[in-house]
């Protein structure tokens, strides 16, 4: 699943309008054939709903130059077939069952994919990132919750109803669950960089982020407070890793940029592993917070591909 797969079997001259929805802002850009150009944020305002972040899309499409096709990656959890959110939390109103792909198809005239935003990050990184020349691999997010992504042989996997992926549910304490209550005990509550941060304010309410929460870690009450939560995350990776066999585990999210938490989870995860997994390369992303938008990249030039359109 490396570059030259992708730059071969895509449509490699065709420009593509992107946009990545988060559930803060909306990244847009125009895809040329070689790199990313007219890249924007937009706050998104989800708490309009689905309706108005869709017609914000639209104007931001509307604003390029023309393109071939269009790549949305969007949070909520989506039907790639027909470009379809099947479900969306309360974050965004009225979005779940919006036909978005066939929306925008309509409305520009063009082929339109869409993914979920975490699916559209690990194609990105396969293709042109941390996961580059890796066929089986996953890709773990962690923000306001833990999301993943798995690829095997070259394929992103989706499940049965595409919404495979869904790492923030393990169950690591077990203790805690409650019924109807989902995600209680489950690595999400423990491992997120929410979770980081509610542990913090128990002991210091001013470290209400993950910046200043990294300032302070030359006190060593918040190193003990970081280093148990890095334990968490720990549990979650051991059991991935021992359930896919992957070649490599890709770490996004912001909170994963702290240099300390990479060396802390590759100084330890080794010790945690059966042998014939140590050789299981941890890495953090490489594409940033441009992963989203490389991987509608991706997903649109299969779209061409898929129509005919390519080469």
């Known amino acids: 699943m490396g570059r030259e797969d992708v ?13 990545d929805i988060g559930g ?8 040329n054939g070689r790199k990313l150009t007219n890249m924007r944020e937009t706050d998104t305002q989800a708490w309009q709903g689905g309706e108005a972040i869709l017609c914000r899309v639209e104007e931001l499409l509307s604003s390029v130059e023309a393109f071939d096709a269009v790549g949305i990656s969007t949070a909520g959890q989506v039907n790639p077939l027909d470009g379809s959110i099947l479900y969306a939390n309360s974050n965004i109103p ?17 082929p339109a994919a869409v993914e979920n935003d975490v699916n559209a990050a690990a194609l990105g990184e396969g293709c042109y990132g941390a996961g580059a020349g890796h066929r089986d691999f996953l890709c773990i ?11 095997t042989g070259g394929q ?15 169950v690591t304490h077990p203790e805690a669950v409650r019924e109807n209550e989902p995600y209680s005990g489950c690595y999400e509550r423990y491992a997120s960089t929410t979770a980081l941060v509610e542990r913090m304010k128990a002991y210091d309410g001013q470290l209400d982020n993950g ?18 939560w890095i334990d968490e995350v720990l549990h979650g990776l051991v059991t991935l890793i021992h359930i896919f066999d992957p070649s490599c585990v890709i770490l996004g999210g912001g909170i994963m940029a702290q240099k300390y938490i990479l060396d802390q989870i ?7 592993l059966i042998p014939s997994f140590a050789g299981v390369q941890i890495k953090p992303a490489g594409l940033g917070n441009q992963a989203g938008l490389m991987g509608a990249v991706c997903i649109a030039e299969e779209r061409l591909r898929r129509k005919g359109y390519a080469e």
């Open 7 to 19: 730059r071969r079997e895509g449509a490699k001259d065709k420009r593509i309008a992107v946009c």
């Open 24 to 31: 803060t802002k909306i990244k847009s850009a125009l895809w």
């Open 94 to 110: 009225g979005y779940t069952g919006m036909a978005v792909g066939a929306r925008l198809e309509e409305r520009f005239g063009v």
């Open 141 to 151: 997010t962690y923000g306001t919750g833990v999301g993943g992504a798995i690829v």
């Open 156 to 170: 992103l996997y989706r499940g049965s109803g595409f919404s495979s992926g869904e790492f923030g549910g393990i």
């Open 211 to 228: 910046r200043l929460i990294f300032a302070q870690l030359e006190n060593p009450q918040v190193r003990r407070i970081v280093d148990a």
């Open 266 to 272: 590759r100084e330890k995860i080794g010790r945690r």
